[in-house]
C-alpha cells in the first residue's frame, strides 16, 4: 500500500511540475510573443513557402532540417557545447542559412539556458515546459560587444519560439514573425 501511495505522491509532483512551468511561462509571455506564437503554423507555412524560391542547395537542406522527426525531450539533457546556425526563412530574401556557430546549454536548476557565444548576432534565454516535444524559448537577440537585455525589455529583443528535439544530438528553435529581415527563423544544433 505505501508503493502505491508513493507512485501518486511521484505523479503528482511530475504534473504539478509541468503545470508550474507552464503557470511561469504565461506570467513572463510579453501579449506580442503570445500573439506570435498564436500565429505560429501561419507564419510558418507562409514563410516556408517563400523560402521555395531560395537557392536549390539551401532548399534541400531546409528540407533534411525540417524532415527529421520529432522525439522527446524528457530523455536528454542537452547541457553542454552545441554547435548551431541560423536559418532565416521568407521576408526580405527567400531563403538563407549562415555557417555553424558556438552555443552553450546550461542548467542553473531552474532549467535550460541557451547562449550562442560567437558570431555576431547572438540570443541568451531560457525554455520552458510545453509539452513531451516541444518547449518554449523566452530569450532576447543582442549583437556581439552589446549588453544583454532581459526578456520583455521591448520588441526589438524579445524572443520567442518553439524548440523542438530531431535526435539523439540535433535540435532546433523555430522563431515566428522575427523583429528583423525573416518571416521565420530556425536555429539549428548538432553536436
Known amino acids: 500500500m505505501h508503493l502505491r501511495a508513493f507512485l501518486f505522491t511521484a505523479a503528482a509532483v511530475l504534473f504539478a511540475g509541468n503545470a508550474h512551468a507552464d503557470g511561469v511561462v504565461q506570467k513572463l509571455i510579453t501579449p506580442a510573443d503570445k500573439a506570435r506564437l498564436a500565429k505560429y503554423d501561419e507564419t510558418r507555412k507562409t514563410a516556408l513557402t517563400e523560402a521555395k524560391a531560395g ?4 532548399v534541400k ?4 532540417v525540417l524532415a527529421r522527426p520529432l522525439v522527446a525531450f524528457s530523455d536528454k539533457d542537452l547541457t553542454g ?4 546556425r541560423t536559418i532565416k526563412a521568407g521576408g526580405l530574401g ?3 542559412i549562415y555557417g555553424w556557430f558556438k ?10 539556458m541557451l547562449e550562442k557565444t560567437t558570431g555576431s548576432q547572438r540570443t541568451k534565454g531560457r525554455f520552458y515546459d ?3 516535444k516541444r518547449s518554449i524559448y523566452l530569450g532576447s537577440g543582442f ?6 537585455q532581459r526578456y520583455g525589455a521591448g520588441p526589438k529583443t524579445d524572443q520567442v519560439g518553439y524548440a523542438f528535439r530531431t535526435g539523439l544530438n540535433a535540435w532546433r528553435i ?3 514573425a522575427p523583429y528583423y529581415e525573416s518571416k521565420l527563423d530556425i536555429i539549428e544544433f548538432k553536436r
Open 174 to 176: 523555430e522563431f515566428p
Open 103 to 112: 552555443c552553450r546549454v546550461t542548467d542553473d536548476g531552474s532549467g535550460w
Open 143 to 148: 549583437v556581439a560587444g552589446e549588453k544583454v
Open 81 to 84: 557545447n552545441w554547435q548551431c
Open 130 to 132: 510545453d509539452g513531451e
Open 55 to 58: 537557392q536549390p542547395n539551401e
Open 94 to 96: 527567400p531563403l538563407v
Open 61 to 64: 537542406d531546409l528540407d533534411t
